[in-house]
């Protein structure tokens, strides 16, 4: 569904305190822009245990400007698949969790990720200014670009006299894009806890939001056979990577036969020498779904194209699953997205919406109940690729944003509560 604005109401006015704190943000506006720009320069790769232990310390030095309580929770290690079919341990940076009035009648729970996708031996390493104005660094807009915005706009609502209303928690993670398997805990947690969601991945470059997220599910298929010599003793041997083979199509073929359900065959590891049958080979694929019934679909046809590799000296084992469950646009969505684009009216800011087949912690809050907004970050495009960019103007923008949102939510204007009872 894409939301077009037509027919929209009038804009309100916005309150004069309200002003007074937007005019704010204007002024720090440069200083939000700097902050992001240093982060940048950390590189921070979901496996750079050092580059994300440095970017967490200065997170936390950013964090303590705010009330409430700053925790630093290591992250227990994740088991992934190797190439020879072992399962190994893999470390995690920390999470950050900061604590404001958990007691107050309106929850707010705020999730980012300061993990990026660019290796610790990228050349990638700092933001240049476009010909265009537009800046282009690594993890600029996705999403140290959208941190400092959500900092920015939570440090500007502190002054307002309202803030007392309005609680929150804010976690930032350093999985988010090797599918927070770590911290989906945590998300779970904290998204039981909170009436509204605010996750501050990059927005679209025109301004808009994602609407409903397709469901996500990251693969790995280890499949064992009988290693024997090619020429003297070929029968005996059980062909691991042709009973892949015979997988990768089966798989292959689930595509095109449910709207919205996609199946992405990214790689097979298996194989040696040319004159040995091989007895192993791995399988690893994404898929994506749009919403619970497709999901269990995909899950019964994923079981039925496994069975198609085991036999006779064959084993075929599976590893990983759904990470992340489907966001569809119900009713408690649509009443908050369309808050947001009144809010966006307010500051002259028109806000639209679009599915999306892409994943983020949105979906994780979803699951735990949580109406969410998970696109409030900084404006910009070409994420995960050294053209990733952000537009400058739009921190203070963004900030903005998130801010009237946390001043009407605690004037009650938005009705948190009501939007928590509607995803039941």
């Known amino acids: 569904m894409t939301n077009d604005n037509h027919g929209a109401r009038a804009a309100r006015p916005v309150e004069a305190e309200d002003r007074f704190m937007l005019d704010r943000l204007a002024r720090d506006g440069a200083a939000l822009v700097e902050r992001a720009t240093t982060w940048c320069g950390v590189n921070s790769g979901s496996?750079?245990?050092?580059?994300?232990?440095?970017?967490?310390?200065?997170?936390?030095?950013?964090?303590?400007?705010?009330?409430?309580?700053?925790?630093r929770s290591p992250l227990d290690p994740t088991l992934e698949v190797a190439a020879d079919g072992?399962?190994?341990?893999?470390?995690?940076?920390?999470?950050?969790?900061?604590?404001?009035?958990?007691?107050?009648?309106?929850?707010?729970?705020?999730?980012?990720?300061?993990?990026?996708?660019?290796?610790?031996?990228?050349a990638f390493r700092r933001v240049v200014a476009r010909d265009d104005g537009a800046l282009n660094g690594p993890g600029i807009a996705d999403m140290k670009g959208g941190i400092s915005v959500m900092l920015g706009a939570l440090a500007a609502f502190e002054r307002h006299s309202l803030a007392h209303a309005v609680g929150y928690?804010?976690?930032?993670?350093?999985?988010?894009?090797?599918?927070?398997?770590?911290?989906?805990?945590?998300?779970?947690?904290?998204?039981?806890?909170?009436?509204?969601?605010?996750?501050?991945?990059?927005?679209?470059?025109?301004g808009g939001l994602a609407g409903a997220r397709k469901g996500s599910g990251n693969f790995h298929i280890v499949v064992r056979g009988r290693a024997a010599h090619a020429g003297r003793d070929f029968d005996k041997g059980r062909n691991a990577v042709v009973a892949a083979m015979a997988i990768g199509q089966a798989l292959a073929a689930l595509n095109g036969r449910r709207?919205?359900?996609?199946?992405?065959?990214?790689?097979?590891?298996?194989?040696?020498?040319l004159n040995i049958v091989p007895d192993l080979a791995v399988i690893r694929f994404n898929a994506r779904f749009p919403d619970a019934a497709a999901q269990a679909w995909l899950e019964a046809g994923i079981d039925e194209a496994l069975e198609i590799g085991r036999g006779e000296g064959l084993s075929v084992e599976r590893h990983g699953g759904v990470t992340r469950p489907a966001k569809p646009l119900n009713p408690a969505q649509e009443r908050l997205l369309n808050a947001v684009r009144e809010t966006g009216?307010?500051?002259?800011?028109?806000?639209?919406?679009?599915?999306?087949?892409?994943?983020?912690?949105?979906n994780n809050l979803f699951a735990a109940g949580l109406p969410n907004v998970d696109t409030l970050g900084v404006r910009g495009?070409?994420?995960?690729?050294?053209?990733?960019?952000?537009?400058?103007?739009?921190?203070?923008?963004?900030?903005?944003?998130?801010a009237?949102?946390?001043?009407?939510?605690a004037r009650g204007e938005i009705d948190a509560p009501a939007l928590r009872a509607a995803m039941t």
């Open 381 to 402: 495009g070409d994420i995960h690729s050294p053209a990733e960019f952000a537009r400058p103007e739009s921190f203070v923008e963004r900030a903005q944003l998130s």
């Open 259 to 273: 709207e919205g359900v996609t199946v992405d065959l990214a790689k097979i590891d298996g194989g040696g020498a």
């Open 47 to 71: 496996r750079n245990l050092e580059g994300l232990a440095t970017q967490a310390g200065l997170l936390v030095e950013a964090l303590e400007v705010l009330p409430g309580e700053v925790t």
């Open 169 to 206: 928690r804010v976690l930032l993670s350093p999985d988010e894009e090797t599918g927070s398997i770590a911290s989906a805990p945590l998300l779970a947690k904290i998204g039981r806890l909170g009436h509204v969601g605010m996750t501050y991945e990059p927005a679209m470059d025109h």
């Open 345 to 362: 009216a307010m500051l002259g800011q028109p806000i639209a919406w679009k599915a999306s087949g892409g994943v983020c912690e949105g």
């Open 404 to 409: 009237l949102l946390l001043a009407r939510l």
């Open 86 to 122: 072992a399962e190994r341990r893999q470390a995690n940076g920390e999470a950050l969790l900061l604590t404001v009035r958990s007691h107050a009648p309106v929850q707010v729970i705020l999730t980012g990720h300061y993990d990026t996708v660019f290796p610790a031996d990228t």
